[in-house]
């Protein structure tokens, strides 16, 4: 059965200074992976998105992530975080294999404080 | 473009009331999810639409909880009767299917139920 785990519960950050939001993940066949962050009562909003290609993934917002098969991980960066990016971080995982179901699967989640 | 749009966005009942909450999903997708998200979590799939067919309903606690999507567009997720341990936020996504696994699922902003 394909698995995601985020190991942090929650990481602290000075504003200015680099963020790293860990994933790493277990599939079948090869994986698509997903990152989402979700703001107080808001919906999860969509950040970027690995399917095949380059392991270095840019997305919104100034952030990007890096897929490492041998590692099976795909972690969450930012290179200068600002206060905004305050939120939980839900990476998530589909299996590529048909008898996967075509489902995505997320982990529980990371919130992120960013200090001024 | 307009986002996935549920409502209602906050709802609260007593235990045993029934409960509906609806969903519009992008303009053009062709599939659509309801997702259940308890505090902190992860969101877990409940059910998944392609156009009118439920494909995976397997989640679905199908002796209280019901959903349909007519004519492959709008859909409804209802509860009756609620229990206290339904007391989360449901999510809809909606997504346009290509390579299998591959789309991106958007999602709106959730009605947080609290059950009484």
């Known amino acids: 059965a394909q698995s995601v785990a985020q190991p942090e519960d929650q990481v602290n950050v000075a504003e200015g200074n680099p963020l790293t939001v860990k994933c790493t993940y277990s599939?079948?066949?090869?994986?698509?992976l997903f990152w989402y962050v979700q703001y107080p009562n808001r919906g999860l909003q969509f950040l970027l998105k690995?399917?095949?290609?380059?392991?270095l993934v840019k997305g919104s917002y100034g952030f990007e992530a890096e897929f490492n098969k041998s590692q099976t991980s795909f972690h969450l960066k930012k290179p200068s975080a600002l206060v905004s990016d305050s939120a939980l971080y839900f990476c998530?995982?589909?299996?590529?294999?048909?008898?996967?179901?075509?489902?995505?699967?997320f982990g529980g989640g990371t919130r992120v404080l960013v200090k001024p | 473009e307009a986002g996935v749009v549920q409502s209602p966005r906050y709802k609260i009942i007593e235990k045993k009331q029934p409960v509906a909450f609806w969903c519009n999903p992008i303009?053009?997708?062709?599939?659509l999810y309801w997702y259940l998200q308890n505090l902190g979590q992860g969101p877990e799939l409940l059910i998944r639409?392609?156009?009118?067919?439920?494909?995976?309903d397997s989640q679905l606690p199908k002796d209280r909880f019901s959903a349909e999507r007519l004519k492959g567009v709008d859909s409804t997720l209802k509860i009756q009767p609620a229990e206290l341990g339904d007391s989360a936020v449901y999510l809809c996504?909606?997504?346009?299917?290509?390579?299998?696994?591959?789309?991106?699922?958007?999602f709106g902003p959730g009605t947080r139920l609290t059950v009484l």
């Open positions: 599939v079948s066949g090869n994986p698509y």
């Open positions: 303009s053009g997708h062709n599939t």
């Open positions: 998530a995982v589909r299996d590529s294999l048909k008898a996967a179901g075509n489902k995505l699967t």
């Open positions: 690995y399917i095949t290609g380059d392991n």
């Open positions: 996504a909606s997504s346009l299917q290509g390579r299998l696994g591959t789309d991106t699922q958007y």
């Open positions: 639409y392609e156009n009118e067919e439920a494909v995976d």
